[in-house]
């Protein structure tokens, strides 16, 4: 019966002759997870601010509602209060919907702002790590090449 080669040994040595600098690798999780946490921040802010809209417009819609449901002397003020209510409402939605896009807009141009500081962090890093690379291999070439003492 055939014994299976062992080959962590040799595996062991190759690996060992391309070492790898995990400093990038550390580097690049760490960048990420900090733009993670801002593009978080980004979100939850407009979170918060959506449900203070929302709120706000929940809590005026039902006063209004109850200021129109109150007993009337007279049933022409049932049909004015329901058009003044309507009313009400369409500008209010006008107002609300106009507070929602400001803060879709101020989500936008922060998310762009992060991802223009991400894309250039990330440009000059790959630069780094590509003049330390041919510096590296230059080096290397050059013992390489350089003849016997």
């Known amino acids: ?4 080669q062992d080959f962590t040994a040799t595996l062991k040595d190759m690996m ?3 070492p790898v600098d995990t400093s990038a690798f550390d580097g690049a999780f760490k ?17 918060e601010k959506s449900a203070a809209i929302s709120t706000k417009w929940t809590k005026d819609t039902l006063a209004k509602l109850g200021d129109m449901s109150k007993a ?10 329901m058009t003044d209510f309507a009313s009400a409402q369409a500008e209010v939605a006008s107002e609300n919907m106009a507070a929602f896009a400001e803060v879709a807009k101020k989500v936008q141009q922060e998310t ?8 250039k962090s990330a440009s000059e890093e790959a630069s780094a790590a590509m ?3 041919t510096e590296e291999v230059t080096t290397a070439a050059k013992k390489a090449t350089a003849p016997a003492k």
Do not use: C, H, I, R
């Open 72 to 81: 009337k002397a007279e049933p022409a003020d049932y049909a004015k209060a």
């Open 31 to 47: 960048n990420q997870a900090e733009l993670g946490e801002k593009f978080t921040s980004v979100a939850l802010e407009a979170a």
């Open 16 to 18: 060992g002759a391309f």
């Open 112 to 119: 762009v702002e992060l991802m223009m500081a991400a894309g």
């Open 131 to 133: 003049k330390k690379a």
């Open 1 to 4: 019966m055939a014994k299976a």
